[in-house]
């Protein structure tokens, strides 16, 4: 039998956080065993929710030009990680409410990525607040195991929006099927695991490129085929 080990145990604000270590792969659980990040330092990605990111700058007209990242919920910043070593970002601004959170991603998670830059605030604030663009958002805003309802209205959205370059995309990771409103110019909904992600498109792109894109990038991801089935477009606007 293999077991876990604990690395932290603490609280924060927030909840209760535990760092814990199993068969090399590190994750932080926060509340009554919600997993809020899981890491496989060395590894290539197997198609957990959050290897699955990955997949959010093939939404974009030209994936090799998302080099600007928005990450609402930075968490250990494992989504930090996992963009850096196969996209050639230039620039992560990550936000996360916690700091505690964020220094145990410092501490256990190896966030110490020279392109990030960390802004302990509310998402739902810098939205409001920022006036900075990206080419990638990544809403990834839970408050244990829950939406923090503040990151799920339509004034939320449209002050998103206003953070994005005209080729820019948003990835929503939720546990529920809340369909972003039509703010975007095209919405696409895929079902990973126990998750929806729906991502919001400035520029619309044909399904035929999402899919052969898809199709390419996710070969040896579990899940793939359920993940490649459920793939749809959600709405297109004009």
Request: glycine share 8%; charged share 25%; net charge positive.
């Amino acid at each position: 039998m293999i077991f876990s080990k604990t690395l932290y145990e603490g609280k924060s604000e927030y909840g209760t956080l535990k760092v814990q270590k199993r068969r090399g792969t590190i994750n932080l659980v926060s509340g009554r065993k919600y997993l809020q990040s899981s890491y496989r330092p060395g590894k290539p990605p197997v198609g957990t929710v959050w290897d699955y990111f990955l997949v959010a700058p093939l939404f974009a007209p030209n994936p090799d030009e998302v080099k600007d990242v928005c990450i609402l919920g930075l968490g250990a910043g494992v989504a930090v990680k996992l963009l850096n070593q196969f996209y050639d970002i230039e620039r992560i601004v990550g936000v996360d409410i916690d700091p505690v959170v964020v220094d145990l991603g410092k501490r256990f998670f190896d966030l110490n990525d020279d392109n990030l830059e960390i802004r302990i605030q509310d998402a739902a604030e810098y939205v409001q607040e920022s006036s900075e663009v990206f080419d990638l958002i990544l809403i990834d805003a839970f408050k244990g195991n829950a939406i923090d309802p503040r990151c799920s209205c339509r004034e939320f959205y449209a002050h998103v929006i206003r953070h994005l370059k005209p080729d820019g995309v948003v990835l929503i990771n939720r546990v529920d099927n809340q369909k972003p409103p039509s703010l975007f110019a095209q919405c696409y909904e895929l079902a990973v695991r126990n998750n929806i992600f729906y991502l919001g498109l400035q520029k619309p792109l044909p399904k035929q490129i999402i899919m052969e894109r898809l199709e390419k990038f996710t070969r040896g991801f579990n899940g793939r085929n359920a993940v490649l089935k459920t793939t749809s477009e959600v709405y297109r606007r004009g």
